[in-house]
């Protein structure tokens, strides 16, 4: 209906201005020192909308975190369009605005024998190293995987659009995507169609910029797993006796990493960005690279966590 298709407008566009918001706090230090918000107040906010949307959905009062059907559609086929740009849904729950954690491997991929060695897993053992890390590095980690799920939300809203056939064309009573200025002469075919009268063109359009900073996004919480394994593997001694604890954290903190690449792969090639493809395939090859050339432990690993790259 026109009221359906208007209310999931307003879905997206407060969704994608929550990721704007969240993506901006991530890559400006003058959030915190000028604007005196925090990385905790970023997330709170956003589980609030999450909250309000969750009880305008069918009346429904659990915030559980998981998407209603009001939003990205009921049908079997848009439930598998969405889990394409729903980082909760491709995780089964994982990752999500209560718990926006950038570790994405479970202990049984890690350990897939199942058997619990003395001390603590290889995914506690990372977990507890990203918990130590300095307030600022913690605070724009969560606001990044925060913003992944703000703006695969609204890509869901927009596939639920196209799905339902409302880009054939307005109606009087579904109010028109925010307006796009840009300059008169401009060659970017993308911003052409940004401008077009034709609501399918001008929904793709939008839809493939979200896709684009979905895929930025996914690709800077990757950057800073990658880094962790890093910064673990060349410490002097990392391959001491005391350091075995720590040393099993690679293997989280790479799995979760090649995880946002694929993920991140997957959205610039939907998007044809092939600048940013170039660059994923080089992050990816590093995570192969690392683990060919070290002696970190991820045995018998399925390679179910770059499904879709």
Do not use: M
Not at 11 to 31: M, N, T, V
Not at 56 to 84: F, M, V, Y
Not at 245 to 268: C, I, N, Y
């Amino acid at each position: 209906s026109p009221f359906l298709q208007s209310i999931r407008y307003q879905y997206a566009w407060l969704w994608e201005y929550c990721g704007h918001f969240a993506r901006s706090f991530a890559s400006d230090k003058l959030w915190r020192e000028k604007g005196h918000t925090s990385g905790e107040d970023i997330v709170s906010l956003l589980q609030e909308v999450q909250a309000a949307c969750c009880q305008l959905a069918l009346r429904n009062t659990n915030d559980d975190g998981q998407d209603s059907p009001l939003w990205i559609g009921s049908t079997s086929s848009d439930k598998d369009h969405a889990k394409t740009v729903l980082i909760t849904l491709k995780t089964q729950g994982l990752v999500s605005l209560r718990s926006p954690t950038p570790l994405v491997a479970a202990p049984s991929e890690i350990d897939p024998s199942g058997e619990r060695k003395d001390g603590p897993s290889a995914v506690e053992v990372a977990s507890s190293i990203l918990r130590k890390q300095n307030l600022l590095k913690r605070e724009r980690r969560s606001v990044l995987v925060a913003a992944s799920v703000c703006y695969g939300r609204a890509a869901a809203a927009y596939l639920a659009l196209q799905s339902a056939g409302a880009g054939s064309g307005n109606n009087g009573d579904i109010p028109p995507p925010p307006t796009v200025f840009v300059e008169e002469k401009t060659d970017d075919p993308l911003l052409h169609s940004l401008l077009s009268p034709d609501a399918a063109s001008r929904d793709s359009s939008i839809l493939l910029l979200l896709r684009q900073r979905l895929g930025d996004t996914c690709n800077e919480v990757g950057k800073a797993l990658l880094t962790e394994a890093k910064a673990i593997l060349e410490t002097p001694f990392a391959n001491a006796e005391g350091n075995k604890d720590e040393l099993k954290a690679t293997g989280p903190f790479l799995l979760s990493a090649k995880f946002w690449f694929s993920e991140s792969l997957r959205h610039f090639e939907a998007s044809n960005d092939l600048r940013n493809i170039a660059l994923l395939r080089c992050n990816l090859c590093q995570c192969c690279k690392i683990r060919a050339n070290t002696s970190v432990a991820l045995p018998k690993l399925t390679d179910k966590s770059s499904d879709g790259s």
